[in-house]
């Protein structure tokens, strides 16, 4: 049975710095790309990073340059370094697979069940 | 505010049809099929529809899709109480180079 654990949320003041980890289990990690997702309470889910299967990354402006994607495959883990973390950057994160892939669409069939960041002071 | 844009609310008695709009532009939904996610409470989204009207194992026929031009939709057929949840619309964007996502649609089932 596949499964994500998030951990290393928290509250931490404008400025500073956390890192999230997200341990998988149940499937084989290394033949999947991973996302982090971050929902702010009452709202919608964001979009924050993603790792392909090669190590490649990718962000939106919202964070590129402040947060790092990056995973262990001997571990079954993937990370984000979340760095000058502002108020805006509140939210729950969840780190999702991606199961369903294709021309045009990446779809998360298993999310974590999610850890919340605080920033504030 | 999200780059999709989703109805607030929506509402059916059980038994009835309902469906869920999602509106998007040129460089997502124009390009990029749909996905659809369920979120309960407290719970995190749960994958609900792929590549406009695809079912993943275990997700009844009830729930189907569509997409023409901009927009997308989701449909509910037969409904049930335990449908209530918020549902989200998501797809790719071309400018983002990555997931954008509705702003959610909170089902309730009267």
């Known amino acids: 049975e596949v499964h994500l654990v998030e951990s290393g949320g928290g509250l931490v003041q404008p400025g500073g710095s956390l890192r999230l980890s997200c341990a998988a289990s149940?499937?084989?990690?290394?033949?999947?790309?991973m996302h982090w997702v971050r929902q702010p309470i009452g709202k919608g889910p964001e979009w924050v990073s993603a790792?392909?299967?090669?190590?490649?990354?990718y962000y939106p402006g919202s964070v590129k340059g402040r947060f790092t994607i990056s995973r262990e495959n001997a571990k079954n883990s993937f990370y984000l370094q979340m760095n000058s973390l502002r108020a805006e950057d509140t939210a729950v994160y969840y780190c999702?697979?991606?199961?369903?892939?294709?021309?045009?669409?990446?779809?998360?069939?298993?999310w974590g069940r999610g850890t919340m960041v605080t920033v504030s002071s | 505010q999200s780059v999709l844009t989703q109805p607030p609310s929506a509402s059916g008695t059980p038994g009835q049809r309902v469906t869920i709009s999602c509106s998007g532009s040129s460089s997502n939904i124009g390009t990029f099929t749909v996905n659809w996610y369920q979120q309960l409470p407290g719970t995190a989204p749960k994958l609900l529809l792929y590549s406009d009207n695809q079912r993943p194992s275990g997700v009844p026929a009830r729930f189907s899709g569509s997409r023409s031009g901009t927009s997308a939709s989701l449909a509910i057929s037969g409904l049930q109480s335990d449908d209530e949840a918020d549902y989200y619309c998501a797809a790719w964007d071309a400018s983002l180079n990555g997931p954008v996502f509705g702003g959610g649609t909170k089902l309730t089932v009267l």
């Open positions: 790792i392909g299967t090669t190590g490649d990354t």
């Open positions: 149940g499937f084989t990690f290394s033949n999947y790309d």
């Open positions: 999702a697979r991606v199961g369903y892939r294709g021309r045009g669409y990446n779809a998360f069939d298993f």
